[in-house]
């Protein structure tokens, strides 16, 4: 629904120019895509906000390993920690407002699950999404991320339905779709790139892709 504005590496490479260092954004980024794939090789268990900032900071940290020496490192994370917690360094992904305020009129109840930290409700509500969400089940709150069913099983509980009344729309087959319908929900796969049959390519696609699969309300 939101992705880092213009680029991880851009405002990663803003970030630490402030503090004297120069890197190029495409170097960022490169090196901020094998940390993110090698920090989810891993299952996280016993999340909390102070484990979640702690995880965040050392991906920061191998992120810059190779690109630059940064002895005094606390004051740069924590200018990107709190830089990413800024509406202006995020974009909304096109027609996603529009889609769930669609979704809202036409009854349907909105929540979201997300593997995040306590960041995430400013940044709803500076994007005019949070009064649009009835339920927002955060992992570093709950203790949990996806795919752990527990995680799922929570909203549930929170929304008072039946798994056949739930779907779940994300972009990882492995966090958000089989671990959906492992509990009996519907699932329904976003793929920007290479679209495939059921799935769908963009969040304005959502109503008739419920209205096909006859989700509940």
Known sequence: MISPFPSVGKIYAEVISSHGF????EAIDASFRRAWKAAHQIPRL????????????ALVKN???????IDDFEPVFDDLWRTFAKTRRWKLHDQALETLRELKRHGYRLG???????????LLDGFGIAPLIEQ?????????EKPDPR??????????????AMLHVGDSEFHDVEPARKLGWHACLIEHAQKKSGSISCL???PAWISSASVGR
């Open 63 to 69: 992120t810059f390993e190779g690109l630059c020496a």
């Open 112 to 122: 979201i699950v997300s593997n995040w930290d306590s960041r995430l409700p400013g």
């Open 22 to 25: 120069e890197v190029a954004s």
């Open 136 to 144: 927002i089940v955060i992992s570093s709150q709950v203790g949990f």
């Open 151 to 164: 995680i799922f099983q929570e909203i549930q509980s929170r929304f008072g339905l039946e798994p056949g």
């Open 204 to 206: 304005d696609e959502i």
């Open 46 to 57: 016993g999340i909390d906000e102070e484990s979640e900032r702690n995880w965040w900071r």
